[in-house]
């Protein structure tokens, strides 16, 4: 996980909820990318990456209400983490739940990728 290593709370913590929410709705769409076999491994490091820049929000995040929400929802992703197989249904929730965090990527949900695996065709406003 080098992408986000280097990531600072103080950096974190510069940018809107918002756009914190987003940053990490973004490594979701590329974890999306990701279900289909043969793709665990860079599965597995997309997650690293969510869990990390969820951490680093729970840290720079006072507001108890909303670092208990995240908390709860790092669960879901760390249940991802460490199933045996990808469950796209369960990544599609749980990306469409951090996006209602806030008003804001509430905004992008008609136009997040619907995880597909290959072979099957795809949904959504990108098809």
Known sequence: MTQHSGLTAERWAAFSLEQQVLMIGNEMQRGTRLLGPGERLLLQQCYERVLRLVDLTVEVNARSTLRRELLRWRDLIAAQYVAAEP????????FRCLLLLTSGSAKQIPYMAQPTLPGEPRTGPDS
């Open 87 to 94: 469950d796209a249904a369960a990544h599609a929730a749980a």
